[in-house]
């Protein structure tokens, strides 16, 4: 599309570009809907493997590819997290990220907490940490390829001070986001 608005309005090598581009962009959504329906049976079939029960399954494909798929699993007291390369040669594994709403407490009743649990869809756990409570949300995934490690792409701090309720989303480091990136790149190859 960027070579379509460099030539003349009305030039049939700009409509060339476009179409093109439209092709393209075409074939790539309808490429990533099929996998979808793909990655999704993989990911009930494990599963079904491993008797495990479930009331929630939402996949989704991890940044800039499609070979690479991530699952979120809902459970009575966790969220599984698993996730499937079409280049996998082992059986998927979830790892379990306890919910733990309950250390919420009496801050579930404040607006901002109602809020940001809105925003997640309910696909939210809670930690507890020296630093205090952080609501996690899990539809963004981890800020690592580690299924089992504890930074997640969105956090936030949940701090009651008298009767208010501060928010404060953890900040991110630039060095977490390339290492993740060059984490993907070795994970998407397979396990």
Do not use: C
Not at 84 to 96: E, N
Not at 155 to 164: A, L, Y
């Amino acid at each position: 599309l960027i070579l379509a608005m460099l030539q003349k309005r009305g030039s049939i090598k700009r409509r060339r570009f476009n179409n093109l581009g439209l092709i393209v962009s075409s074939a790539y959504m309808l490429l990533t809907i099929i996998l979808k329906g793909i990655t999704y049976s993989k990911f009930e079939s494990a599963l079904n493997n491993q008797n495990i029960a479930y009331s929630a399954l939402e996949t989704k494909p991890s940044p800039l590819n499609t070979i690479l798929w991530t699952a979120n699993v809902e459970t009575d007291d966790a969220f599984l997290i698993g996730d499937y390369s079409f280049f996998d040669t082992k059986p998927i594994r979830f790892y379990p990220h306890p919910k733990n709403h309950e250390a919420l407490g009496d801050l579930m009743e404040y607006d901002k907490v109602q809020r940001l649990i809105k925003i997640t869809q309910g696909w939210y756990t809670v930690s507890e940490k020296e630093e205090g409570i952080y609501l996690n949300d899990l539809r963004f995934g981890m800020m690592s390829v580690d299924p089992q490690a504890e930074k997640y792409a969105f956090s936030f701090r949940i701090e009651k001070t008298g009767n208010e309720v501060t928010v404060t989303e953890e900040e991110k480091d630039t060095r977490d986001a390339k290492k993740l990136l060059a984490d993907l790149w070795t994970r998407i190859k397979g396990n």
